[in-house]
Structures are given as C-alpha cells and as structure tokens.
C-alpha cells in the first residue's frame, strides 16, 4: 500500500507543477482514476479546467486526445466511421478520436445531446460499436469531461444517462488571492505545461486499479452505500434518486479513497467523504424544493445525518 500511495502521491505533485491550488479536485481525479472511473468538471470559464485534465495526460505515459465539443461535432466524428476503399473494394474502418486512453471531451454540453449520447457505449462498456462491429478501447481508458454551467450561452443540458456514467463531478472555483499570485509568476516567462513529464506508465496505473478493485469493503459498509442511494430515490424533494451504477460508483470510489490513504479497507468515513462528489450530480431537484433554495448536496447532507453509521474493526 505504501508503494501505491507513493505513486499516487508522485502524479498529483507532478500536476501540481502546473495547477495551483487544487489539491482536492486533483485527488478527486486520481481516485477516479484508479477506480476505473469518469469525471465530470464543471465550473466558468477560464479557471484551469482544460489546464487539469491536460496536465494529468502529461504525467501519465498514455495515449491522449482532446476533443473539442462544438455544435458541428457528429457522432461519427467520436466513434469513428467505415468507408468504402477503392483499391481493395472493402470497407474500412476509420477510427474516431476516442479510442485512446485518455480522452479530454472539452466543453461537452456545447455541442447537441444526439452527439454527446456518443460517449454513452464506451463510458460504460470500454468499446464502441460501428456498423455491427464491436472494437475495444485501449486501457486503460478514462474519460474527463469540462462543461461551463447550463445558464451560460449555447450549452445543451448532459442527459440523465450521460451524467451518470460520471463517477464524479468535480468543481475548481477561483483562486484565492496568494494562490492567484502563484499563478502568475508561475506562467509569467512561459506555460509550465510545455515542459511537463510523464511520471508514471500504463502499467502503473493498471496496478493501482487492480489494487484499488481489492480494498476490503465490508458488509456493514456495502449496506450503509445501499441505505444512502435508497433514501434518495424515496425522497419527497427528489424527483430522480441514485441508481444502482451510482452505488458501485460510490464503493469504487471510496475503495480509491481509502488507497489514498494508505489502507486496505474502506472505513464510513471514506464513504462520507466521497458520497456528494458521487451522488450530487444525479439527482435531480423537484421544482418547489429548489424554491426553498434546496439542493442536492443539502438534501444529501440531511440523508447523512439522519443515518445510522456502521463501526468497522480495522
């Protein structure tokens, strides 16, 4: 575990070369990263959500493309397409820009739900589907996605089943005044990124996934994850709770968190701390509860306290 919470530990200070300030939204990365999870990052523009996702590809030694969501973006620009070859009189499969392992779908509710429905297959599956033929993605494979708020010109809200195959959702916000100033001279002679190396392999995060998949969660664990996800989903002021992807997501993730930690098993804390940044995003709202200014992070904070937490003998 040592050795693992080391390596984690060695990419986050390698991106932290770039980011400034963003120690827990780097975490929240990894973990997903680890437990073969995606990651949804929204907040307004220019506050180093590209720079993020950019900075991780560098330190990882993996294949990466960035994909800008614009308006005039097709499916088959993302899953690839086959063509008809003159000189063998086959068809011919042209790969899209997602199969690679590391995929940064920038601003993706900029461009129309029938394209972002898309990353639906290969989110959940590892592969895509084109023609009747069924090709893999290489792994490993993780997508992080930016997407400005919905209020802002020319967005298109991610559908229901686009958001939950989002592990987690990741906010950054702006920095606070020091940290500003650490930016600037950071980037005043040049852009750190350029510069930035790979520290770690695909061998290497394969090896923290496949550890990550064997942190011990107990029964009393496995059953307080299911009593959270059930009371949002009977809750008077939701119209839509979590589904059963959210609560794998929520063990997977706090199987990464405990990892982190240098731990071979999952505590209740790690499952507390990880809880909003899993389930937030799912919910959704009913109308006259988001009048009372609830929302689904209050409304989750309330699940929490009312519940009964297990004790776990390490």
């Not at 397409?81 to 601003?107: C, H, R, V, W």
């Amino acid at each position: 575990m040592e050795k693992a919470a080391l390596l984690v530990r060695s990419i986050q200070d390698n991106i932290e070369r770039v980011i400034v300030g963003k120690s827990n939204a780097i975490r929240l990365i990894l973990i997903a990263l680890i437990g073969k999870g995606h990651v949804l990052i929204e907040d307004v523009p220019g506050v180093g959500k590209t720079m993020l996702v950019s900075s991780l590809a560098k330190s990882l030694n993996l294949s990466f493309k960035r994909i800008q969501f614009t308006p005039d973006v097709l499916p088959s620009d993302i899953t690839g397409f086959s063509m008809y070859n003159f000189k063998t009189g086959e068809m011919e499969f042209k790969p899209g820009m997602i199969l690679n392992q590391i995929i940064l779908a920038d601003e993706i509710n900029r461009t129309s739900p029938k394209t972002q429905s898309s990353l639906l297959e290969v989110m959940e599956e590892g592969q895509v589907t084109v023609d009747g033929t069924t090709y893999p993605i290489p792994q490993p494979f993780m997508v992080l996605a930016t997407q400005n708020p919905v209020e802002y010109i020319g967005t298109f809200p991610l559908p229901e089943a686009q958001l939950d195959r989002f592990m987690l959702k990741v906010t950054m916000g702006y920095p606070k005044k020091r940290e500003e100033m650490a930016i600037l001279s950071r980037f005043q002679s040049d852009n750190p990124l350029k510069s930035l190396g790979a520290v770690a392999s695909a061998e290497d995060i394969v090896y923290l996934q496949d550890l990550c998949s064997n942190i011990k969660v107990a029964d009393p664990i496995k059953e307080y994850i299911s009593d959270i996800v059930s009371m949002t989903r009977d809750h008077a002021d939701l119209s839509l709770g979590a589904s059963p992807r959210a609560a794998i997501n929520l063990m997977r993730a706090s199987q990464g968190y405990a990892l982190l930690e240098g731990r071979n098993y999952v505590i209740p804390d790690d499952v507390q701390k990880m809880v909003s940044s899993v389930l937030a995003h799912r919910l959704i709202v009913r109308p006259e509860a988001r009048l009372k200014e609830m929302t689904a992070e209050s409304i989750i904070e309330s699940i929490m306290k009312i519940l009964y937490v297990p004790v776990i003998e390490s």
